[in-house]
């Protein structure tokens, strides 16, 4: 009973459409550059010379033919989705026609492009379509949509993570063998092969497997998902930098990474930012974080209009720092600057850092330095509310 009222409760559950949103879109971006690579061995099957190991016996040979006409769907929907056009059925092209590819030939087979449609597929059903799409303008934006395919989203990316960690332990790989196979030997990330020898190749491997088991645990708990992401980033960026072949590796991070928007505690209007709307500073980066913030998941409150707003943040602490309320407590100075960065999609995956002792440190010093030189036109009027670790009312 426990088991069923649980899955009753993840089919009813509902989520905010625009992280789902802005996942569909990077996951567009990855699919159309892998387009290229697939398509262009589609087109050397069309060889007599080339063996052909179909992976069913009635799947048709492959003709230039065959091969342009798949090319040319898997194109045209991949930028449908990208833009959000028509979602559900460009997505549910892109994903018989990526499955088709996939089922042409054993040689079109990677782990990236298996990824990729059951991505898509759970695209299909997610309705990405409903914010940040022509779909949202042509029919109005929906807030929410359901909340399974989320959840089944993020379970692929803890499953990525946690088949690959644990399909790497073995003597082969343990060895040190295949991380040596893997890395660069020319460009300026290479690495010299004085130091391809067993213990710094053990440390890496060990390391990986950490990693990617790490990541498949903890971007669940809200407690370590800020470090995860931060581990999930500097991963993508380790492996499209230093291992080859660095075109897969790369579709495969843009592919994956901005599956990771779907972790974030992103409901609407779900975190306060109080700013001093007498202050031209203040003004110009409220500007920005309102531009930046796609997944509209700030509600900004001025000084000026604190009162009528029932925020638990005193004009005070307002005036002399910008202030951000979430559920749980109020920051305010550069920590409050760096939460609002670690809901932002373009800054969420790196921002974590700034929580770090010597940059907090040396950022709250710059902070309260330039608050303090400032012009404020509004009058500060003395209030009696708190002024942090305040739940919202």
Same mark, same amino acid.
Request: glycine share 6%; with cysteine.
């Given at each position: ?12 559950? /509902? ?28 087109? /050397? ?42 979602? /559900? ?64 989203? /993020? ?39 004085? =130091? ?20 498949? !645990? ?5 407690? =370590? ?16 930098? =230093? ?44 500007? =920005? ?50 939460? !609002? ?53």
């Amino acid at each position: 009973m426990p088991m069923t009222g649980w899955l009753l409760r993840l089919i009813s559950s /509902r989520a905010p459409s625009r992280p789902v949103a802005l996942a569909r879109i990077g996951v567009a971006v990855a699919v159309i550059l892998e387009a290229a690579h697939s398509g262009e061995t589609l087109l /050397r099957l069309d060889d007599p010379g080339i063996l052909h190991a179909p992976y069913v016996t009635w799947a048709p040979p492959v003709t230039d033919g065959l091969a342009w006409v798949l090319i040319g769907l898997w194109v045209v929907s991949a930028t449908a989705v990208l833009l959000g056009w028509r979602t /559900r059925a460009a997505a549910a092209v892109l994903t018989a026609t990526i499955a088709a590819v996939l089922l042409l030939d054993q040689q079109l087979y990677s782990n990236h492009l298996y990824l990729i449609v059951l991505v898509c597929g759970l695209l299909t059903v997610a309705d990405s379509g409903a914010a940040l799409s022509f779909d949202a303008l042509r029919i109005g934006e929906r807030r929410e949509v359901s909340g399974w395919p989320i959840w089944l989203l /993020r379970l692929q990316v803890s499953v990525v993570y946690g088949y690959a960690a644990l399909s790497k332990l073995n003597p082969d790989f343990l060895s040190g063998s295949v991380v040596a196979s893997y890395l660069r030997r020319a460009g300026p990330l290479a690495m010299p092969d004085s =130091w391809r020898f067993l213990e710094p190749m053990l440390i890496l491997s060990v390391l990986a497997i950490c990693t990617e088991a790490f990541l498949a !645990v903890a971007l669940w708990s809200r407690r =370590w998902r800020p470090a995860a992401l931060v581990v999930a980033l500097a991963l993508h960026v380790g492996i499209t930098g =230093w291992l080859e072949p660095t075109y897969q590796l790369l579709v495969f991070s843009l592919a994956t990474l901005p599956l990771l928007v779907l972790f974030l505690d992103a409901a609407p209007a779900s975190r306060v930012v109080v700013w001093d709307d007498g202050c031209g500073f203040c003004a110009a980066w409220v500007r =920005w974080f309102r531009r930046l913030d796609w997944l509209a998941a700030l509600r900004f409150v001025p000084r000026s209009g604190l009162a009528a707003s029932g925020v638990a943040v005193s004009e005070d602490a307002a005036a002399r720092a910008l202030q951000l309320v979430s559920r749980r407590r109020v920051h305010g100075g550069f920590a409050a600057v760096g939460r !609002v960065l670690e809901i932002l999609p373009i800054s969420f995956l790196w921002a974590p850092l700034l929580r770090l002792p010597p940059i907090a440190w040396v950022g709250e010093r710059v902070y309260r330095r330039v608050a303090q030189r400032r012009r404020c036109e509004l009058p500060v009027v003395a209030s009696a509310v708190p002024t942090s670790r305040n739940p919202i009312s």
